[in-house]
Every structure is written in C-alpha cells, then in structure tokens.
C-alpha cells in the first residue's frame, strides 16, 4: 500500500541555522508533491508545490527538492527564525490529479 | 478575501447523537475536501467532490459518515449514531481545479468533535 514517511520526532535547531525535513514515500509514483505548514488549533497552510519534472523549487527562505528515484523530497529552511516553529507536512498527490496524501508531519522548533 | 469557513468551531456531544459540521469554501472554488485530524496524527481524507461529478467517498470510515455539497458551493459532513472514536479534528478545504493542473488546498481551522 501507498506509504509516506516525514521525520515522527521533532526536530530542534538553532536561530539562524539550516533546517531540512525529510519526507519519504512508497509504493507509488506521485506526479507532484506539495508541503504545508500547520500551526496548533489550525488548518494547514500550502507553502510549495514541486512536480516530478521538476529537482527545485524555491520560495524566499524555502527550497523543496523532489528525488523521483529516491522517492524522497526535502525541505529546507535558511536562516530559520522561531517563528518558523510550527508542524510541516508532506502531500503527494495520489489517486488522482486533484488528490493528495498527507504525511503524519514533522515538528519543527526553532530555538532563540 | 474570505476564507474557507467552518462551523461550529468545537462541539461536544453525547455518544450516540448524530452531528452535522459545516463548511462555507472559498467563492469560485469547484473542489472541496473533508480530512479528520486525530490528536498526532495525520490527516485522514474522508470525501472529495468536485464540480457536478459523483462525490469520491472512499475515504469514509463506515456509513454513519456521509457528506452533501449543495448548490456547489456550501458542504455539510454528517455523523450519525456518534461513538468516542469519531473524536478528532474534522478540516475541510477547498481548491481551484484544473483537468491541467494541480492547485493548492485552502483550508478552514476545523471543526473540534468531543465524543462523550
């Protein structure tokens, strides 16, 4: 069955630093992947979509990489600041072009 | 603008109640999406419609559940005969839609369900 797998512990790191999440998938060949950001108590917010053509996708502090042989994507935030601190998660599209599905998330906290 | 809007925000309820949760989508989007949120969990898709299409029920956990969409715009998710495991956040979101393309999904702050 479709699996997808984010980064189940949190991830900590200091102001200013590097952060990359990883997100990982099984059993199927999505044509695109988007991430959102979900703060607590709200919905998710899109941030990035990356298609299977494409190997980067930037936006601002944001960089999105799609590795269709690793079946993998990273995420990366430069010069991460506290208030980046919130759940990230991973959407490959699945079952159809307007369908996606959602990884468990991964917990970023950026430290002052 | 607006965004995707959803009613009520919490709602506890006695075990056994039938609930309907509410979702008013961005103007002008065709496709709708209801997810339910488990505390640490992903999200879980339940129901998607889009346009005048047969809704893509797939997702639904058993036939207590059941969605509506009228008009092509408003959507109502339906729980009947409620049981504690039905406890969790119910998201819904809305998107553009393109045969083309692939869009983005703007989602409400959900609705919190109690099952007491």
């Known amino acids: 069955s479709q699996k997808i797998e984010q980064n189940s512990e949190a991830l900590n790191i200091q102001e200013g630093k590097t952060a990359t999440l990883t997100c990982n998938y099984t059993?199927?060949?999505?044509?695109?992947l988007q991430w959102y950001r979900q703060d607590p108590g709200r919905g998710p917010v899109f941030l990035l979509l990356i298609r299977e053509n494409e190997k980067e996708k930037r936006k601002e502090r944001l960089k999105v990489t799609f590795d269709t042989t690793l079946k993998q994507s990273l995420f990366h935030i430069t010069a991460s600041q506290p208030a980046d601190s919130a759940t990230y998660l991973c959407a490959p599209n699945s079952g159809g072009y307007q369908k996606v599905t959602f990884g468990t998330g991964t917990k970023l906290q950026v430290i002052p | 603008g607006a965004g995707v809007s959803q009613s009520p925000s919490n709602k506890v309820t006695e075990k056994g109640k039938d609930v309907e949760l509410r979702c008013d989508p961005i103007s002008g989007h065709t496709a709708l999406y209801w997810y339910r949120q488990s505390l640490g969990q992903g999200l879980e898709f339940l129901i998607y419609f889009q346009g005048n299409s047969a809704p893509d029920k797939s997702g639904l956990p058993s036939d207590r559940f059941s969605a509506e969409r009228t008009g092509g715009s408003v959507s109502t998710l339906t729980i009947q005969r409620t049981q504690q495991e039905d406890s969790a956040v119910y998201l819904c979101?809305?998107?553009?839609?393109?045969?083309?393309?692939?869009?983005?999904?703007?989602f409400g702050d959900g609705t919190r369900l109690s099952i007491l």
């Open positions: 979101a809305s998107s553009l839609s393109s045969t083309y393309s692939n869009q983005p999904q703007h």
């Open positions: 059993n199927y060949s999505p044509a695109y």
